[in-house]
């Protein structure tokens, strides 16, 4: 079974510092897909950054990017420009999806979690 | 699209009654998720559906659990009886390729 770990539970950095998230997996697949979720006080979970097993390049998202390394079952988000809406409940999640014609099926498993402060 | 819809958005109930969890998922959408949170455990899958169909329902933790996809645009999380440990968040979550989507999430409170 896959597992995400996050072993960082609460993180704080500056108003405008960079900070980076630590996120590992374990699998024996090749093809999967990896999320950063955000959960703000409100309680939403929103969608932060996705990466796809199979594309070497880090995906990119504004302030948001990633590091993946595939090798070492690895996948670190770095905030760049910290702002205080960043503040947050942070997500790693893993999915194996299972392709079948017009779209495709996989469990979505995430990790505890990581509590990011950005103080001013 | 009106997002993944999710009601009641909290529940107070007493220990010993049946709870309800409604869940509308975005249309065209054919992988339904329900998840609970706690500060303890995080993000756990209890089940999931694709086609209407459960796939993977072993994050069930009880018999007092229940989930039922009757259509494409609905869904229900049902505990028979409830208990106070029962008292989470409980999201449900909804895609076709890709992300998730989350709905707003119930906040359940078993007295």
């Known amino acids: 079974a896959q597992t995400v770990t996050q072993s960082q539970p609460e993180m704080s950095v500056q108003e405008a510092e960079t900070v980076t998230l630590s996120c590992t997996y374990d699998?024996?697949?090749?093809?999967?897909?990896l999320f950063w979720y955000k959960q703000p006080p409100s309680r939403q979970m929103i969608l932060v950054i996705r990466?796809?097993?199979?594309?070497?390049q880090n995906a990119t998202e504004n302030r948001f990017s990633v590091n993946f390394q595939k090798a070492a079952k690895s996948f670190s988000l770095k905030i760049s420009d910290s702002q205080l809406g960043d503040t947050a409940m942070y997500f790693c999640?893993?999915?194996?999806?299972?392709?079948?014609?017009?779209?495709?099926?996989?469990?979505?498993?995430f990790g505890k979690g990581t509590k990011l402060s950005v103080k001013p | 699209d009106a997002g993944v819809i999710q009601s009641p958005r909290h529940e107070v109930t007493e220990m010993g009654q049946e709870v309800t969890l409604r869940c509308k998922p975005i249309?065209?959408?054919?992988?339904l998720f329900w998840y609970r949170q706690t500060m303890m455990r995080g993000l756990e899958l209890l089940i999931y559906?694709?086609?209407?169909?459960?796939?993977?329902d072993s994050g069930m933790p009880e018999d007092r659990f229940s989930a039922k996809m009757p259509n494409a645009s609905f869904s229900t999380l049902k505990i028979q009886p409830s208990e106070p440990r029962d008292s989470a968040v409980y999201f449900c979550?909804?895609?076709?390729?890709?992300?998730?989507?989350f709905g707003q999430g119930t906040r359940l409170t078993v007295v």
């Open positions: 979550a909804s895609r076709w390729t890709g992300e998730a989507f």
């Open positions: 699998t024996s697949e090749s093809n999967y897909y």
């Open positions: 990466q796809e097993a199979y594309k070497q």
């Open positions: 999640a893993f999915m194996k999806p299972r392709f079948f014609y017009g779209g495709s099926q996989g469990n979505l498993i």
């Open positions: 249309s065209g959408h054919n992988s």
């Open positions: 559906f694709n086609n209407n169909v459960p796939i993977d």
